[in-house]
């Protein structure tokens, strides 16, 4: 449901408790009725402050655990369990307990961001390496610094011809 607005989910529900059927609703905002249905559902358990949340909402493990827990073990329904935590669909639910079952029964934290190109080595590490060993971790990090340099040096001198072009158009 993340490709409809705040607003939108609320013009839903509005419309809906004023007698909409679910069909025209899934037709004028092309998503599923099922989706519909579990919107109408979240709100009127959790009220409008319910999507009002953050786009990008983390779950702590401990929390995640607790919820895959309620549906593995205490054999609550899925849909029921992701309304009464307030979740923001179903089907987010549905790829946890996946990635729970696929990954041993552990929670796999994804980590954000782009990882690292030069791969930091722990102060321990390095006192633990071969004086060999620290000869060429240092190369290797001497020639990654050197090449990120050059491209700095070759990034600042493109911005300033761009701005010496800008000055001379005006």
């Given at each position: 449901?993340?490709k409809i ?49 953050d786009k ?32 923001s669909s ?81």
């Open positions: 449901m993340s607005t705040r607003e939108q989910k609320l013009e839903i529900y509005n419309k809906r408790k004023s007698g909409v059927t679910l069909q025209s609703l899934a037709l004028e905002y092309h998503i599923n009725i099922q989706n519909i249905k579990y919107l109408i559902r979240l709100l009127d358990q959790h009220g409008a402050t319910i999507l009002k949340k990008n909402r983390s779950y702590p493990p401990l929390l995640k655990e607790e919820i895959i827990n309620k549906v593995l073990i205490d054999n609550h329904s899925i849909k029921s369990t992701a309304l009464e935590y307030g979740l179903d089907g987010i639910l549905h790829n946890w307990i996946r990635s729970y079952k696929e990954n041993d029964y552990v929670i796999v934290e994804k980590t954000r961001g782009r990882r690292s190109t030069m791969k930091p080595k722990s102060n321990q590490e390095y006192k633990e390496m071969t004086l060999e060993e620290k000869v060429k971790y240092l190369e290797n990090k001497n020639q990654y610094l050197e090449a990120e340099n050059e491209y700095l040096k070759k990034l600042r001198a493109v911005v300033q011809a761009r701005k010496n072009q800008q000055s001379k158009k005006k």
